[in-house]
C-alpha cells in the first residue's frame, strides 16, 4: 500500500508563499491521480487541486485558481502544490490523496480518493 507524507507547511504572512509536498513511498503513483484538499477548523475537508497521471489536466477550486499551482514529478514519486498570494482563508491543514480508479489524462476522483496523507498545517496571518 502506499504512504503519503506532506510536508512544507508552516506560518506565513497574508501574500506570501509556500510550497507543499507530498512524498508517496511503498508504490509508485505515476499511474494515478493525485489530488490536495483541505480542512479548516470547524469545517468539512474541501477540495483544493488535482493533477492527472501525466499532469497533462489539473483542476482548482476556484477559490485558488491563479494562487495555487498543482505539478508534479513521477519520477521522485511526489506531488507538489506551489500556493501564492496566500490568503488568511487559506489557513488550514493539507492533505494530498491518490486516486487509484482509470480516468486517463482527466482528473475526475473527486469522490474516488483511496490513501491519505497525515497532512501539514498552512496558516496564514492577517
Known amino acids: 500500500q502506499v504512504q503519503l507524507v506532506e510536508s512544507g507547511g508552516g506560518l506565513v504572512q497574508a501574500g506570501g508563499s509556500l510550497r507543499l509536498s507530498c512524498a508517496a513511498s511503498?508504490?509508485?503513483?505515476?499511474?494515478?491521480?493525485m489530488g490536495w484538499f483541505r480542512q479548516a477548523p470547524g469545517k468539512e475537508r474541501e477540495f483544493v487541486s488535482a493533477?492527472?497521471?501525466?499532469?497533462?489536466?489539473?483542476a482548482y477550486v476556484d477559490s485558488v485558481k491563479g494562487r495555487f499551482t498543482i505539478s508534479r514529478d513521477n519520477a521522485k514519486n511526489t506531488v507538489y502544490l506551489q500556493m501564492n498570494n496566500l490568503k488568511p482563508e487559506d489557513t488550514a491543514v493539507y492533505y494530498c490523496?491518490?486516486?487509484?480508479?482509470?480516468?486517463?489524462?482527466?482528473?475526475?476522483?473527486?469522490?474516488?480518493?483511496?490513501?491519505w496523507g497525515q497532512g501539514t498545517q498552512v496558516t496564514v496571518s492577517s
Open positions: 493533477i492527472s497521471r501525466g499532469a497533462r489536466s489539473t
Open positions: 511503498g508504490r509508485t503513483i505515476s499511474s494515478y491521480v
Open positions: 490523496a491518490v486516486c487509484y480508479i482509470f480516468v486517463g489524462e482527466s482528473t475526475n476522483c473527486r469522490s474516488s480518493y483511496d490513501y
